[in-house]
């Protein structure tokens, strides 16, 4: 039920986003706590790979992209609902993005910013990273464009770029009015300066949306394109269950789908703790659940047709690859995927569980789990059973390994953590689209 009439519920969402930037939360600082303490334990476990050496990582031959790799696929899969939900229902003029595109958002610029760590992490040499990018330069070595390393700088350094800049254009009416409100001299310079000395006038608002509409036009094709290129760090490869012209369709469909079930994991406490629900209301989770089930159906109908493109073409190796996995040392990881991504989320076609955020949160919890280990089948089963067996190998996770994945959930949200306290977490701009207009006699236009 909500807690604010329907007719003040335009007044009061200003106050509402002021006191997730300025009053004190005890469920905030608990999480933000407790969230440190994992980052801590994830830097001391990169610190010791760099003082040991990348041997202390779990690879063996012929496995020699593990973890780390999973890691980059799996978080650059979570930028990609961010740009979904801001630019692609913006242009679809969806009602149900309003109060979570702007989470959204944050969400895919954090997650690129994990994700960019892993390439560097898994070089073994970090400090070294800067030899990938294509500068001249005075050792006469130039970047080598076979190389999917490379794929991987430029994607992420162009999604990273684009989305940057879509989520600040995004904010600055509503930083303008946080200006106006805060209280403090540095705030109020802080945000004056982040406004970028927004006054709200018909020209401002006018040049705005024009700009958002380019912006919005010009990010939509990076859901394909950039999730494409990291598809190709494995579909130009021979290796049995990667040489496949599926993968771009498959890998973009899968990271619509987990960032999908990420932004409910962030959704549903930020809620709760923060006392959201007339803003983020049923219908935002009614719209990303039915979402979450029409790409769930396309993820699952890609595992089904791997299977078939294995047996009818006629491919001995491709065959008994998707084989193994099916039943051989990894099998474990193969079925909890399958049943997280493939089974779970048809729960989401009874409205009573799409309104339950206790069983939706699980669900979304689940998801990610399932796309975890998604990528980890890719990756690790793939290669651990190629064309000799003389070269198969078994691959197991290190705990710096393991240390440094737990690192990175800690890295996206303690930036998403701070960032919910430092900036409007909802668009108060376009959240006021939706609501009734309170009149001076107590009535609204919607009335």
């Not at 973890?67 to 990609?80: E, L, N, P, S």
């Not at 099998?331 to 997280?340: N, P, Q, V």
Request: net charge neutral; charged share 15%.
């Amino acid at each position: 039920m909500s807690q604010i009439a329907e007719k003040d519920k335009y007044s009061s969402l200003n106050k509402a986003v002021m006191n997730m930037l300025t009053r004190p939360s005890f469920g905030w600082w608990a999480i933000f706590i407790f969230d440190l303490i994992f980052l801590a334990f994830g830097i001391y476990c990169f610190i010791y790979q760099v003082y040991e050496g990348l041997g202390v990582a779990g690879y063996s031959h012929p496995v020699l992209w593990g973890v780390y790799i999973t890691d980059f696929v799996f978080w650059v899969g979570i930028a990609h609902s961010g740009t979904l939900i801001s630019a692609v229902l913006f242009l679809f003029r969806a009602k149900f993005r309003m109060s979570i595109y702007r989470i959204a958002e944050a969400m895919t610029v954090f997650a690129v910013a994990t994700a960019g760590l892993f390439p560097i992490i898994h070089l073994g040499r970090p400090w070294n990273f800067y030899w990938l990018l294509p500068y001249p330069n005075q050792r006469g070595l130039w970047v080598n464009f076979d190389s999917p390393l490379l794929w991987d700088v430029f994607a992420v350094s162009t999604y990273a770029t684009i989305s940057s800049v879509f989520f600040f254009i995004g904010m600055i009416p509503d930083i303008a009015a946080i200006r106006d409100s805060v209280v403090g001299k540095t705030k109020k310079v802080l945000y004056s300066v982040l406004s970028l000395g927004w006054k709200g006038s018909n020209w401002e608002w006018s040049h705005y949306t024009r700009a958002y509409f380019y912006f919005a036009c010009f990010a939509t094709p990076l859901v394909i394109s950039v999730h494409s290129v990291v598809s190709w760090d494995f579909a130009m490869a021979n290796t049995p269950g990667w040489h496949t012209t599926i993968f771009p369709p498959y890998f973009v469909a899968g990271a619509i789908f987990s960032g999908l079930a990420m932004v409910i994991t962030l959704c549903i406490p930020l809620r709760l703790i923060f006392k959201l629900e007339d803003y983020i209301t049923m219908e935002n989770f009614e719209g990303m659940s039915k979402m979450i089930i029409l790409t769930s159906c396309i993820v699952f109908y890609a595992y089904l047709i791997e299977f078939f493109i294995a047996w009818y073409s006629g491919n001995k190796y491709e065959y008994d690859q998707f084989l193994y996995r099916a039943n051989g040392d990894y099998a474990f990881f193969y079925w909890t995927m399958m049943f997280c991504n493939g089974i779970v989320p048809h729960a989401l076609w009874f409205k009573k569980i799409r309104n339950n955020l206790v069983i939706l949160f699980i669900i979304s919890l689940l998801i990610n789990v399932g796309m975890w280990f998604e990528r980890f089948n890719i990756i690790v089963i793939s290669l651990s059973k190629e064309f000799e067996p003389g070269s198969w190998g078994l691959y197991r996770p290190s705990w710096v390994e393991l240390g440094i994945t737990v690192g990175s959930f800690a890295w996206f949200f303690m930036f998403f953590l701070i960032f919910v306290r430092t900036l409007p977490a909802l668009s108060i701009a376009e959240i006021k689209e939706i609501l009734p207009v309170p009149k001076k006699n107590g009535g609204s236009d919607h009335e």
